[in-house]
């Protein structure tokens, strides 16, 4: 994993209903992509059964970053296969503070959110992809 300068990075942002979406209030500069402001996404969308079973909350703070530049870039017509690595980065960075255990599980969350994403992503990158044209 290439390094990554993201320490405290703060995300403001406007959140409405857990199954729904944000909307940030600035424009973020973030690993060289400016989101600007008023850009929505939707968190992680992870089906409540495995929000469940992985104990994800797809707006919790460890998972907000990833989700964010992960959006914006299925929104912008990033290679799909690097836009999921991508989160799988920021994903792991996010755990990298944490006791070794803890750090444990949230990279096997990591994993297996990365491997969801590459199975079932398929199909929101390409209505992105028809949204945009």
Same mark, same amino acid.
């Given at each position: 994993m290439n390094k990554?300068? %993201?320490d405290n990075y &703060? %995300?403001? &942002?406007?959140?409405?209903n857990r199954d729904d979406y944000a909307i940030l209030n600035y424009t973020h500069k973030i690993m060289g992509r400016i989101i600007p402001k008023g850009f929505k996404w939707? #968190?992680?969308s992870i089906p409540l059964f495995l929000c469940s079973l992985l104990m994800v909350?797809?707006?919790?703070?460890d998972v907000r970053l990833a989700s964010l530049v992960h959006?914006?870039?299925y929104k912008s017509g990033k290679d799909?296969?690097? &836009?999921?690595?991508?989160?799988?980065?920021?994903?792991?960075?996010a755990g990298r503070n944490k006791k070794w255990y803890r750090r444990w599980t949230h990279n096997v969350r990591g994993h297996a959110m990365? %491997? #969801?994403?590459? %199975? #079932?992503?398929?199909k929101a990158y390409r209505d992105c992809q028809k949204d945009g044209e």
């Open positions: 990554m300068t %993201i &703060a %995300i403001s &942002a406007t959140f409405y939707n #968190g992680s909350d797809p707006f919790h703070p959006d914006y870039d799909r296969k690097e &836009a999921d690595q991508t989160y799988r980065d920021l994903w792991m960075h990365y %491997i #969801g994403l590459r %199975i #079932g992503g398929g």
